[in-house]
C-alpha cells in the first residue's frame, strides 16, 4: 500500500503517527496542508508514554525491554487516542505515518513499524515509513504557543542544529527539500554526554533534565573544563573529551560540589554548541537558526542560541518543549513533507539516521 498522488496529500491530510524509536511510545494525529510552500499543522492529539522510569533502573535504555513496553503501550495508546469507537476515528485517517529509520533502536522501531502494519491491515490504510532525524529537524514548523505557523519566505535559507540523545548534527537547510549535513559529533552526542556526566554524579536517567535542574543552584565558571573542537573551522563536534575531564574532576576533587560540576559542564558543551551554530549561520549568510532534538529542551541553550542569533539578526526558531523530545506529531510532519519530496523510504527498521 503506498501513496501515489503527491497532490492528494497537498489538500487537508489527517495524519496518524507513531514514534517508538527509543524509549517514549507516542501516537499523535495530525492535520497537514498548505504543501511544500506553506505547510500548516494543526496538532488534533498528542500523546507520549514515557518509559523512563523502567529504564532508569539499568542506567540508560534497554533495546529488547523497550520493545516490550511499545508493544504493550501501543494498543492502549490507540484506544486512548481514538475514543470510544476506533473505526470511526481511522476512518477519519487519511494515512498512518511510523517511524522506521534513525536514531533509533532496531527492536523498539520493529514494534512501531509492525503495530502500524496491524492498524493498517485491519482499517484498509497507506503507511509512510518516516524518518526520526527528520522528524527532528522539520519539528520547527509545528504550531507553538507564539506562532501559528512559520513563514518559510523569511525563514529559510537556515542552519539548523539538531541535537539528541543519538545525534548531534549541524545542517544547512536551503529549503525544506534541500537541505546537507555540514557537521556532526565524532563520537558521543550532545545528549549521551549530558547522560553519562549525570551517571557520575548519581543521578537517574535521563540525566540531561537532571543537569540542567541541579545546574541551576551551581556556577558554571567554576571549573574551567574543555570546550572541544571550539577553534577548528571545521563544524564537527566532539564531547567525550568533555565527558572524561569531568570524570578526572571528580575523581581528584573528592569533596567537589556536584551543582558546580553539573553548571560547568553545561555550559562547557553549550558553549561549542552555539558557537558552532553561530559561525555557521555568519559564514553560510543564512536568514534563521533553527534548533532542535532533546537537548533543546535545555533551556540554558534555548536562551543562549536565541540571545546570540538575535543580537546578529537572525531569526530563532524552536519548538515547544513537548516537541523537542520524541513524539509523534513531528513523525506525522516529516512523512507529509517526505511524500511532498516525493521520497519514500522503506518500510524497514534502520537504526541509523538518514542522511
Ligand atoms: O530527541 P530525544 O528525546 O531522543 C533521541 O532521539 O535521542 O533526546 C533525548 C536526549 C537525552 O539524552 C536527554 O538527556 C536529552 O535529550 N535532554 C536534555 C534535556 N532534556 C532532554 N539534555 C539537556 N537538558 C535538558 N533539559
Ligand atoms: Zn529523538
Given amino acids: 500500500m503506498e501513496i501515489n498522488k503527491v497532490s492528494i496529500i497537498i ?8 514514534e517508538t524509536s527509543c524509549d517514549e511510545t507516542a501516537l499523535a494525529l495530525v492535520e497537514a496542508s498548505g504543501g511544500l510552500k506553506s505547510p500548516k499543522f494543526r496538532v488534533l492529539k498528542n ?14 535504555v534497554v533495546p529488547n525491554l523497550a520493545k516490550r513496553e511499545h508493544e504493550k503501550n501501543l494498543p492502549l495508546l490507540l484506544k486512548q487516542i481514538s475514543g470510544k469507537n476506533m473505526k470511526r476515528f481511522l476512518d477519519g485517517v487519511d494515512f498512518i505515518s511510523v517511524t522506521a529509520s534513525g536514531p533509533g533502536l532496531e527492536p523498539a522501531l520493529w514494534a512501531g ?17 518516516a524518518s526520526h532525524l527528520e522528524g527532528h529537524l522539520y519539528s520547527f514548523l509545528l504550531p507553538t504557543k507564539k506562532l501559528k505557523s512559520v513563514n518559510l519566505k523569511t525563514a529559510l535559507p537556515a542552519i539548523v542544529l539538531s541535537v539528541s540523545g543519538g545525534h548531534t548534527f549541524l545542517l544547512y537547510m536551503k529549503t525544506l527539500k534541500n537541505w546537507k549535513k555540514l557537521g556532526e559529533t565524532r563520537d558521543d552526542a550532545a545528549g549521551e554526554a549530558f547522560d553519562k556526566v549525570a551517571r557520575m554524579l548519581n543521578l537517574p536517567y535521563p540525566g540531561g533534565p537532571q543537569i540542567e535542574k541541579i545546574a541551576k543552584a551551581g556556577n558554571p565558571e567554576a571549573i ?3 570546550r572541544p573542537m571550539i577553534n577548528q573551522k571545521n563544524y564537527d563536534f566532539s564531547f567525550s573529551g568533555l565527558k572524561t575531564s569531568v570524570l578526572y574532576y571528580l575523581r581528584d576533587h573528592l569533596k567537589a560540589k556536584k551543582e558546580d560540576v553539573a553548571a560547568s559542564f553545561q555550559k562547557a558543551a553549550i558553549d561549542v554548541l552555539v558557537a558552532k551554530t553561530i559561525r555557521a549561520a555568519q559564514s553560510l549568510g543564512v536568514r534563521s537558526i533553527i534548533l532542535c532534538g532533546g537537548v533543546a529542551a535545555n533551556k540554558t541553550i534555548r536562551n543562549e542560541l536565541a540571545v546570540k542569533a538575535q543580537g546578529l539578526d537572525f531569526n530563532f526558531f524552536v519548538p515547544d518543549f513537548i516537541y523537542n523530545t520524541d513524539n509523534a506529531a513531528m ?21 541509523n539516521p538518514r542522511i
Fill in 113 to 129: 513499524i509492525t503495530f502500524a502494519k496491524q492498524i493498517a491491515q485491519t482499517y484498509k490504510k497507506n503507511i509512510i515509513a
Fill in 331 to 351: 513523525i506525522a510532519a516529516a512523512s507529509y513533507l517526505e511524500v511532498l519530496r516525493k521520497k519514500k523510504y522503506r518500510l524497514i527498521a534502520q537504526g
Fill in 47 to 60: 500523546i507520549i508514554s514515557s518509559q523512563t522510569a523502567i529504564h532508569a533502573h539499568w542506567g540508560g
Fill in 224 to 226: 574551567a573544563f574543555p
Fill in 11 to 18: 489538500t487537508r491530510m489527517k495524519i496518524l503517527a507513531i
